[in-house]
């Protein structure tokens, strides 16, 4: 498949992830982590770790000036990135961090009909979805415990956001006669895509309808690989899903992955469910400031709060770090090095984010009989 795309080309074409959705990802993780009962504080850190999963796109050694080194992963590519045709590379990406297999929406030991694929399919709040969240709050006491359960709201709510899709490269994911809210042939939307011209070459994620899944206020259907017709409500699905994120979030500050506790409380479960269908901007900044202005404005139980997210550049927790400002670093560069370092956001982001994948990767996903990457 990689050969029939020259990489000087696929390069050529620059996209933030294909995500946009840091209005979910940052702040309504935010909201949802506040109203939960985290402070301020530690929701920022959550918060941050789980928008910053579609930022960390670098990976490879640091090299610091007194020969200390640290190694990092990346947990996305940008979306026409030639790492992307990469099967392997692409999956130990795509499929922990974006794309987590659904094994059918079947518990340990069952296999859903139509073979690896069907195990592969992401599937909204599945058996190994929620095992995932389960480990992030069992092993909550380690130095990384926040980042990593930011790492995991961010995977767990796009089980959601990304169901029906398998981060591998497989046919399934190939999608046609997108329809709008109406069930009428969304024409603009179809005209767009067959721009990328990616979206059948290589059908990985979601690609082939572009951001239609990651936009919270929108209802659209298609057809899928199969042939099969798709509808989805987005604002419902997102509602459902920062529904099942509040839960795991007070089992975390409970230390009890089992704990019986209720949904949002009433009436920011309804400001939430209003901000999603009412802000309806293509824009992800657009989206982000407006909920950045109601967190703000005291539109929770929780109060006003300030809150920003910076992912590359000078106030990153990458600058804060190692001190540099650029996005993309050259393998010959070398860091000042600061004991402060070791306790850093950014390197216990990038411990958790090793961590979450070793263990999605090889413990988790061979329990459901799934060998991936």
């Known amino acids: 498949m990689a050969a029939l795309i020259p990489k000087r080309t696929v390069r050529a074409i620059h996209l933030r992830g294909g995500i946009v959705n840091i209005d979910s990802h940052h702040a309504a993780t935010y ?6 009962g985290f402070s301020h504080h530690d929701a920022e850190i959550v918060a ?5 999963v579609d930022d960390a796109t670098n990976d490879g050694m640091i090299q610091f000036d007194n020969s200390a080194s640290y190694h990092r992963i990346c947990s996305a590519h940008r979306m026409l990135d030639y790492r992307n045709v990469e099967s392997v590379r692409s999956a130990r990406v795509w499929v922990p961090f974006h794309f987590l297999p659904g094994n059918g929406g079947l518990p340990e030991g069952q296999d859903p009909p139509g073979g690896l694929v069907d195990k592969l399919i992401c599937r909204k709040d599945s058996p190994i979805a929620r095992a995932m969240i389960r480990t992030a709050i069992t092993e909550r006491n380690k130095p990384y415990g926040l980042h990593r359960l930011g790492i995991a709201a961010h995977v767990y709510t796009d089980t959601w ?27 603009a939307m179809s005209e767009r895509i067959q721009r990328y011209f990616l979206s059948k070459t290589v059908p990985l994620g979601h ?5 239609q899944p990651d936009r919270p206020y929108l209802i659209w259907g298609y057809k899928n690989g199969r042939g099969e017709t798709i509808h ?5 699905d997102y509602v ?25 409380p009433e009436p ?24 950045l202005h109601v967190i703000a404005q005291g539109g929770f139980s929780f109060g006003k709060a300030e809150l920003t997210y910076i ?34 956001n950014w390197k216990l982001f990038h411990d958790a984010l090793k961590v979450h994948q070793f263990h999605v990767v090889h413990e988790l996903l061979p329990r459901f009989g799934i060998c991936t990457a």
């Not at 981060?167 to 009428?184: Q, R, Y």
Request: charged content about 25%; glycine content about 10%.
């Open 207 to 211: 690609g082939c309808v572009l951001g």
């Open 268 to 291: 920011d479960r309804t400001v939430i469910e209003a901000m999603i269908r009412t802000f309806s901007d293509p824009s992800e900044h657009v989206r982000h400031k407006q909920w």
């Open 161 to 187: 956001a990304h169901q029906g899709f398998t981060g591998t490269i497989h046919p399934v994911n190939v999608a046609s006669d997108l329809v709008n809210e109406k069930g009428e042939p969304d024409l």
């Open 48 to 52: 941050h770790a789980s928008e910053y």
């Open 311 to 344: 992912g590359k550049g000078e106030g990153s927790w990458k600058h804060q770090a190692l001190g540099t400002v650029k996005e993309t670093d050259d393998e010959d560069d070398v860091f000042p090095y600061r004991p402060e370092f070791l306790h850093s």
């Open 232 to 236: 989805r409500n987005n604002p419902k």
């Open 240 to 264: 459902e899903a920062f529904e099942a994120l509040y839960v795991a979030f007070r089992r975390y500050l409970l230390g009890n992955a089992d704990a019986a506790v209720g949904g949002i």
């Open 31 to 36: 909201v949802v982590a506040r109203l939960a």
